[in-house]
């Protein structure tokens, strides 16, 4: 919103993240992604990948788990958005994703948190 950065995904080493709908769709992506350390990047083209859908059963078996892991992350994030507390969120956040808390700059943090920098900094000192 008014030309504010919004991170919506944070992904680590050893994984990966797309604009599927875009890409699926072939239409221009609403996001932009931005690598914080060195990373790969693989590209691939639409044909290339439903072929790989098609004719390769592990691929298929890969992205049929993907998705279903995907679908159920993005689940709980949209609940947590809606149901828990600012508090609630960094809490959780930090019981169960360390190597963010470690590898990801605060900002980024409470964007993902839906909360502001001035918010996420009072947060973190309350709970020290």
């Known amino acids: 919103m ?3 950065e919004k991170t919506t ?3 680590l080493p050893h994984t990966f993240t797309v604009s599927l709908h875009s890409f699926l ?5 609403r996001k932009h992604i931005k690598t914080l350390s060195d990373c790969r990047l ?18 298929h ?12 992350l993005i689940d709980e994030y949209r ?6 507390s600012p508090e609630e969120r960094y809490l959780k956040l930090l ?14 943090l409470a ?11 009072r947060i973190r000192k309350n709970i020290k």
Request: aromatic fraction near 12%; hydrophobic fraction near 40%; include cysteine.
């Open 42 to 59: 693989w590209v691939i083209d639409l044909p290339t990948f439903q072929d790989l859908i098609a004719n390769h059963p592990p691929f």
């Open 2 to 4: 008014n030309g504010e």
């Open 9 to 11: 995904y944070l992904s």
């Open 61 to 72: 078996e890969f992205y049929f788990q993907l998705i279903e892991r995907q679908i159920c």
């Open 25 to 29: 769709h072939q239409l221009p992506s």
């Open 111 to 121: 964007s993902f948190l839906g909360i502001s920098n001035r918010h996420m900094s």
């Open 79 to 84: 609940i947590d958005l809606l149901t828990l």
């Open 95 to 108: 019981q169960n994703d360390t190597v963010l808390i470690q590898q990801v700059p605060l900002h980024y």
